[in-house]
């Protein structure tokens, strides 16, 4: 659940290359300015690793 944005901003998303492929958890990095770079989150893929998880399905069946 999100409470509010902070902030709006554009970005490339740039990938992450053949080394990291396998961090499924990250779409790719962008450059945020001042020469620093941020990773980019693929949120589905961490919720579908959570809920494959024994703690997402003890959580999955709660919603229920």
Known sequence: VVDGLIGQQDVVI???G???K????FSGAT?????RLALVI???QVIDK????QD???FRAQMV
């Open 31 to 35: 450059d945020i300015g001042e020469e």
């Open 14 to 16: 740039k990938s992450l």
């Open 50 to 53: 959570f809920f494959s998880t």
């Open 18 to 20: 053949s080394s990291l």
């Open 56 to 58: 997402g399905a003890e």
């Open 42 to 44: 693929d949120t589905s």
């Open 22 to 25: 396998e961090r499924t958890c």
